[in-house]
């Protein structure tokens, strides 16, 4: 896939464009305006659990900056920006009644947006759980989804009258999987397969969370997962049984309680009991507006050594490019076609539209303010939009493609060491620069609202 060739617009022109940004990575500001405490302020706080002992403040000062974003966003025409709602910004301890400060930054954000001509698309919750209410189990536990539908009524009757686009939860895999599993983002727990109750949690959280978004007026609604295109080493049996039981852990265990109300196989994990109750799938597979999928790389899996305790082995990924990340993160844009394709084969009427929600790479860049000539983020995104077209050509229903990210941020445990902006930002200064990807972005927008028109 060749940046050099054009891009197929006949697709690209049915697609809106968006980009994206997290709260906790963006706004800074981690003591102001009435704020509260979350997992991932407890997470950096720890000596050695980021990789550069970084904070997320100031971050990109968003807080104080929000302006600078719109005009960033406005200056792409992006059709939608999506950011996310800091739930301990809005709702300090994840409990009581609402922080008005709080509440006004978003509002502020919402009306700025509208007026630049971009459409809001919140995300509900990016990752800051409550502190207070990890300390008294966090998403294994059922009382969180009850609270997050609270919050949600609390933004959605501030913001319900403006955004009438949401997203409730952002990627809940890796919150089972990496927060809670293996530990290596918040809230640092290594629980194994004694992590799956935090599934069911999430997903009912975003089933509670749907009815209360569109009683206050909203059009559209859905999750955004990560979501990974599995390729197993070998042919063999084994490598094949491998590869499909880390296709049910990281896909399907997410996907199918909400596009077919029920959860698949867990027998190559021991058959471990979820926590559901009486209703708790009705209200899950409520049919969503649309399913969002986070991409990045393909997964490559094996079978696992006879002593291990899970069911397969992750490994490099064969003549892949790697990103920022080296041999973690592949760069095979073909996956993600497959994996678009595959989902519209796999789950046919009862997928709704799909969404890419986040796609983007991270490359070494400098840290002071400069203009960056980041061909390799530019090829990426082109042979990932190239892969989107490819993958409607033969049926999927993909309305939306999303960068990730807007800006460079705090890349969680990676600190300030991983860049992934269309915008290069002085963490220092706090000093925005357009990249070469973003105006190559905003050249793509600019072709396809021509060859749509």
């Known amino acids: 896939m060749s940046q050099t ?23 800074g500001a981690r003591t102001e ?66 922080n008005p400060a709080g509440l006004d930054y978003y509002s502020r954000l919402v009306d700025d947006l509208l007026d630049a001509g971009v459409t809001p698309f919140p995300t509900l919750y990016h990752w800051d759980l409550p502190s207070g209410i990890e300390a008294d189990g966090g998403w294994l536990q059922r009382d969180t989804a009850l609270r997050f539908a609270d919050y949600t009524a609390l933004v959605a009757d501030r913001l319900g009258d403006r955004v009438k686009h949401w997203y409730t939860l952002n990627e809940p895999a890796m919150t089972t999987l990496e927060g809670y599993a293996v530990g290596a ?88 009991e979820l926590p559901v109750q009486d209703g708790d799938l009705t209200l899950i597979s409520a049919r969503p507006d649309f399913y969002a999928v986070n991409f990045y790389n393909p997964t490559t ?43 519209t084969r796999r789950y046919g009427d009862a997928l709704p539209p799909l969404i890419v929600s986040e796609n983007g790479c991270s490359y070494p860049e400098p840290d002071t303010a400069s203009r960056i000539d980041d061909v390799d983020r530019i090829a990426y995104l082109d042979g990932h939009l190239r892969a989107v077209a490819e993958a409607m050509a033969a049926g999927a229903d993909v309305a939306e493609y999303t960068v990730w990210s807007l800006l460079d941020n705090f890349e969680w445990a990676h600190g300030y060491t991983q860049r992934f902006g269309l915008t290069h930002v002085d963490f220092a200064t706090g000093e925005r620069t357009p990249k070469a990807s973003y105006d190559w972005y905003a050249a793509v927008i600019a072709a396809a609202r021509e060859a749509r028109a």
Not at 192 to 218: E, I, N
Not at 238 to 245: E, L, P, Q
Not at 320 to 329: D, I, K, L, R, S
């Open 5 to 27: 060739s054009p891009l197929p617009l006949q697709h690209l022109a049915q697609l809106r464009f968006s980009a994206a940004t997290a709260a906790f990575q963006i706004e």
């Open 33 to 98: 305006g009435g704020r509260g405490r979350s997992i991932w302020d407890d997470f950096v706080d720890e000596p050695g659990k980021v990789v550069d002992g970084a904070t997320a403040d100031p971050a990109c000062d968003s807080y104080h900056r929000w302006a600078d974003d719109v005009a960033l966003a406005a200056g792409l025409r992006l059709d939608r920006y999506r950011f996310s709602i800091s739930w301990v910004r809005v709702q300090p301890d994840g409990r009581s009644a609402a």
């Open 185 to 272: 983002l918040a809230p640092g727990k290594f629980l194994l397969f004694d992590a799956l109750p935090t599934v069911h949690h999430q997903l009912l959280a975003h089933g509670l969370a749907m009815p209360v978004l569109r009683a206050a007026g909203a059009e559209s609604v859905g999750v955004a997962n990560n979501h990974t295109h599995v390729l197993a080493s070998s042919d063999a049996r084994a490598d094949r049984a491998a590869a499909d039981a880390y296709d049910v852990l990281h896909n399907r265990i997410f996907a199918e309680p909400i596009l077919l109300g029920a959860y698949p196989d867990l027998s190559a994990f021991g058959n471990p």
């Open 301 to 343: 899996i094996g079978a696992p050594a006879p002593d291990s305790p899970i069911p397969f082995d992750m490994l490099p990924t064969p003549g892949a490019a790697t990103t920022g990340f080296g041999a973690e993160w592949p760069v095979r844009p073909d996956t993600l076609r497959d994996l678009l394709i595959d989902f």
